[in-house]
Each structure stands twice: as structure tokens, then as C-alpha cells.
């Protein structure tokens, strides 16, 4: 269950509390009996190494070279020739 940060708008109390995903947000200070606000903090995931990020698949491997470059040579050829007659 995810520890949850609660801070109140009046007295500035702050504490944390275990609360269960389908449980209903405090709304209720504590010491006072003001309005509290839940306050976000960082995620405490990080995610180190390799494979985490969209480049990490582009490390020239040639599996996906090979896939690409049919359609490329399909249309090369048809601009071969003009190339060929250019430089004539």
C-alpha cells in the first residue's frame, strides 16, 4: 500500500499516512480541523541501463537496415537511370 504526503493549508501540519488506492483522500487536519492538501512528491522509480530509452534500439543493428532498404532500392532504381543520363 503507497504511503501518501498530507500537508494542512492552515497550520501547516504535515505528516504522512498508508492508505489503500480506493481509499478516499484526508480532507480533515488532525490537529486543527483545517483543510489538508495532498502533496506530490517525486516517483521513486528510476530506471538505469540500457533499454529504458527510444535510441537505445538504434545502435546500427542490421536487422533493421535490411528492412528499409528494399523500398529504397525500388525507387533508386528508377532514379539511377536519370542520374546516369545527367552526367552524360
Known amino acids: 500500500m503507497p504511503t501518501?504526503?498530507?500537508a494542512c493549508k492552515d497550520c501547516d501540519h504535515?505528516?504522512?499516512t498508508v492508505q489503500s488506492f480506493s481509499d478516499a483522500s484526508l480532507?480533515?487536519?488532525p490537529e486543527c480541523g483545517g483543510t489538508l492538501r495532498k502533496k506530490f512528491n517525486?516517483?521513486?522509480v528510476v530506471f538505469k541501463g540500457s533499454g529504458f530509452y527510444r535510441t537505445d534500439s538504434r545502435g546500427g543493428s542490421s536487422s533493421s537496415t535490411?528492412?528499409?532498404?528494399?523500398?529504397?532500392e525500388s525507387g533508386s532504381k528508377d532514379t539511377k537511370p536519370a542520374a546516369a543520363a545527367a552526367a552524360n
Do not use: I, N, W
Not at 528492412?67 to 529504397?72: E, L, M, N, V
Open 66 to 72: 535490411p528492412a528499409a532498404s528494399p523500398a529504397k
Open 4 to 6: 501518501y504526503a498530507y
Open 14 to 16: 504535515a505528516f504522512e
Open 27 to 29: 480532507t480533515v487536519c
Open 42 to 44: 517525486t516517483v521513486g
